[in-house]
């Protein structure tokens, strides 16, 4: 047998289970990958303020402790980056990167959830896209956060995802997926990858569901978890949008405000009981 791979998220907790280090570690299980975590921030959501989301985040130094110990396990097969809580862990991430040579570095580049008008923490922005994504391997924003990397205002059709994606790849990430999702002006829901030199579309139907609280971040974690197993890029994301699309055809609701993806979906769909 071959040998198991390894794969760190460093992400906020989201304790609704959807999204966060818990659909990222969630993911990696489906995937046959070991995960760790390192908590960044604790996300908490009010059901009495229309979902209102508090980021409480995590100190720096004890983000720094979480990830030593895990490298304290040898080399790692891929990162993966979600809610990073402070601009100090962004800065800390940057040098464990380069210092630790990490091969497979994913970073999605976390500025809304879904229930929530507001954007999460937009102090961090700049710092993401000036530290981390010069060391991406690919980096996955909505359109929304694909807008604000690109400095365009709106992005919400192919041909400005194609923009939007050219100026990303000049800020230094290798390649560039953006999730066109529901808000994309189609109807289908595209994702769009950039390698620099080609573009690849990924379509699925367009599901009639706010069940994808989630949703980016399984994706991307799907992805590091491809890219762990040795699968090209191109490969990693064709397999993390069928895996994302079961994972939202699977969901189900939560409250009023919003319904999780279901991890398993792909793998299991015949186990749910609650159909
Ligand atoms: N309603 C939907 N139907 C089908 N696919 C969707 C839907 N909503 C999101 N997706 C897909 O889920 C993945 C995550 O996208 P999205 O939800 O836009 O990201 P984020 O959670 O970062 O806002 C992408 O592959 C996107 O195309
Ligand atoms: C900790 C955390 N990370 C990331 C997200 C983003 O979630 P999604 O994948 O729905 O965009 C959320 C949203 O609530 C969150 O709480």
Known sequence: MSHIR????VAGSD???????QADLKTFEEYGTF??????????MDENNNWHHAVHPIDSELVHQQIKTVLSGGKLDALKTGMLGSIEVIELLSKIIDEHDIANVVIDPVMVCKGENEVVQPENGQAILEL???????VTPNLFEAGQLAGISKVSTIDEMKEAAQKIFKLGAKNIVIKGGKALED??????????????????EKLDTNHNHGAGCTFAAAIAAGLAKGMSVKAAVAKAKQFTTAGIQGGFAFNRFVGPVWHG???KAEQRVNS
Do not use: C
């Open 132 to 138: 981390l994504l010069p060391r991406a391997t690919i």
């Open 15 to 21: 304790s609704s289970g959807g999204a966060g280090l």
């Open 187 to 204: 109807e289908k829901a595209i994702d769009l990858l950039f390698d620099g030199t080609d573009f690849t579309m990924y379509e699925a």
């Open 265 to 267: 979906a792909y793998n």
């Open 35 to 44: 995960g760790f975590s390192a908590i960044t921030s604790i996300v908490t």
């Open 6 to 9: 390894k794969v760190l998220t």
